[in-house]
């Protein structure tokens, strides 16, 4: 089976420009999750989405924003980029089941702002 | 506040040495705790995961973690490290039934010869 993966893996641009990072999870798995990892912040959770709809949301301003298709697959967009906007920025899926969440992740994409 | 703390940001062992990361986490309802691992320029590859029954949880590659209610911990343990489990790992709690965790700052592992 194959694992998450996410588009494009890496990835420059200018501040102002506006970005979307695309993710494919596991088949079968409802759930995608969004996370971005600096080295100041660490790792920290944008969004998660299931079956289309935003279930959760983590701090962060408006510029961040996600969505999730009728096949899982899910997109998240930042607008007006800043510099500290450079970032991994990780998808994980899981299936949603009694059993509890496993998060699978992708590999991520390397978003660098100059 | 929800909040895990990983208080070692940088661990050296040589190989065949015994591992323990330190874990504790701050969190109102029950945790649902986790262990991953990243390698560089890799996501992450979850360890083991701890929910109920069983405070002993055996996790993938050898490692096992141990859930202690009373001292909020959750440590990561290995009893002979090799020079592959080199790399950052990152302790996470969170909900039940959602993805919405809460990771630590991680520990950076490195195995000497």
């Known amino acids: 089976k194959a694992g998450v993966t996410q588009t494009p893996r890496y990835l420059i641009k200018t501040r102002g420009q506006q970005v979307t990072l695309s993710c494919s999870p596991i088949s079968g798995h409802r759930s995608v999750s969004w996370y971005q990892q600096t080295p100041g912040q660490g790792l920290q959770f944008l969004f998660e989405y299931f079956s289309e709809t935003q279930r959760n949301k983590g701090n962060f301003p408006g510029r961040f924003s996600g969505r999730q298709f009728s096949n899982s697959r899910s997109e998240m967009n930042v607008s007006t980029l800043e510099l500290g906007d450079s970032a991994l920025y990780l998808c994980?899926?899981?299936?949603?089941?009694?059993?509890?969440?496993?998060?699978?992740f992708g590999p991520g994409t390397r978003l660098t702002v100059l | 506040a929800q909040s895990v703390t990983q208080p070692d940001i940088h661990i050296t062992v040589s190989e065949g040495a015994s591992l323990e990361l330190r874990c504790n986490y701050s969190y109102g309802a029950t945790p649902y705790l986790f262990w991953y691992v990243q390698s560089p320029g890799q996501g992450l590859q979850l360890l083991l995961k701890?929910?109920?029954?069983?405070?002993l949880v055996q996790g993938i590659k050898g490692f096992e973690a141990e859930f202690k209610r009373s001292q909020s911990s959750f440590n990561l343990r290995k009893p002979s490290v090799h020079w592959s489990d080199a790399a950052e790992y990152f302790c996470a709690v969170g909900p039940f039934n959602t993805d919405k965790l809460i990771f630590g700052t991680g520990t950076r592992l490195q195995v000497f010869p």
């Open positions: 701890y929910f109920s029954g069983d405070t």
């Open positions: 994980a899926s899981s299936l949603v089941d009694r059993l509890g969440n496993e998060q699978f």
